[in-house]
């Protein structure tokens, strides 16, 4: 056999070996992926479904992560500045909106931003919607602040007051509101129309 020849085939049999170890990881990552992923939905339900607790305090706080404190059901009583919300841009089937985010004043002077749900394009200027007033308690599901938005996203523009994704640090500060729970906001646990309700 020519040198050529034999050159040819190595190349050919090191791409084969290349593809078959990339795909063999491949599927390892996907069975790895898809447990995963059970995994949390379990964790998920487990929590979505258990008695509501006080939202953390303070003290809590530096221990919150996503592992094992995301969807908690929690409650959070106190005031809902509403003079201080913030609407976030989303995209959906039936048109684009806006996730109604008010931060919530608590007896111990922290706060927690509260989604307070969805609202279509009409209804993002606040004079459009009835807010809740006075003391109230809030039963919702603790979630995390978003590092990354949607796919295609903007950026935050804090200066114009153009939000695209839940980054609660950057929202509060914006506001000037601190202490704040590092942790995104709680979203109400009612039904989806439940929580329109609320927020319109």
């Known amino acids: 056999m020519a040198a050529s020849s034999r050159k ?15 795909f063999v990881a491949l599927g390892i990552w996907q069975v790895y992926r898809l447990q995963w992923k059970l995994s949390l939905i379990e964790a998920v339900e487990t929590r979505v479904e258990a008695p509501a ?11 919150i992560t996503r592992e094992k404190d995301a969807y908690r059901h929690v409650t ?7 003079s201080q919300e913030v609407q976030i841009y989303y995209p959906t089937e039936l048109g684009p ?5 008010t931060p919530l004043l608590r007896p111990d002077g922290t706060f927690v931003l509260i989604n307070r749900g ?13 807010a809740p007033e006075g003391e109230v308690t809030i039963s919702g599901l603790l979630r995390m602040s ?5 796919l295609f996203s903007r950026a935050n523009d804090p200066k114009n007051g153009n939000w695209y994704r839940r980054d609660v640090g950057s929202i509060m500060a914006t506001k000037g509101l601190m202490p ?12 989806i129309a439940a929580v329109i309700r609320l927020a319109g």
Do not use: Q
């Open 118 to 130: 969805f609202v279509p394009e009409e209804k993002r200027d606040p004079v459009t919607r009835v």
């Open 146 to 150: 978003e590092e990354k938005g949607w």
């Open 76 to 82: 959070a009583t106190g005031k809902l500045l509403n």
């Open 53 to 63: 607790v006080p939202a953390p305090g303070p003290a809590e706080w530096p221990d």
């Open 180 to 191: 704040a729970a590092p942790t995104s906001s709680m979203r109400t646990t009612p039904s």
């Open 97 to 101: 909106g806006y996730f109604v985010m």
């Open 8 to 22: 040819r085939l190595i190349a050919i049999a090191a791409i084969a070996a290349t593809l078959f170890t990339g």
